[in-house]
């Protein structure tokens, strides 16, 4: 709804984490109400639903943590 769907739309999503979209995720104390309040993950799974039903092709960009990320502090 919204928008028109071409041959060569794209839906991506970018960097889901489970700290961030999960109750047991480590930030969900900081984010949680709003994932919450806004649906967030209803929202994704809504967009995989029509992206599967209007034949629309989804790319995942997951963060990756490299072995030269020894530094980081989380």
């Not at 995720?25 to 639903?49: C, M, Q, R, Y």
Request: glycine share 6%.
């Amino acid at each position: 709804p919204g928008f028109t769907v071409y041959e060569n739309t794209a839906i991506v999503i970018t960097d889901p984490q489970n700290d961030f979209l999960s109750p047991d995720g480590v930030t969900w104390g900081v984010v949680g109400e709003s994932v919450t309040a806004n649906n967030t993950v209803d929202n994704i799974e809504a967009l995989f639903k029509v992206a599967k039903q209007k034949g629309i092709k989804v790319f995942v960009s997951p963060h990756y943590y490299y072995n030269w990320y020894t530094n980081f502090v989380i």
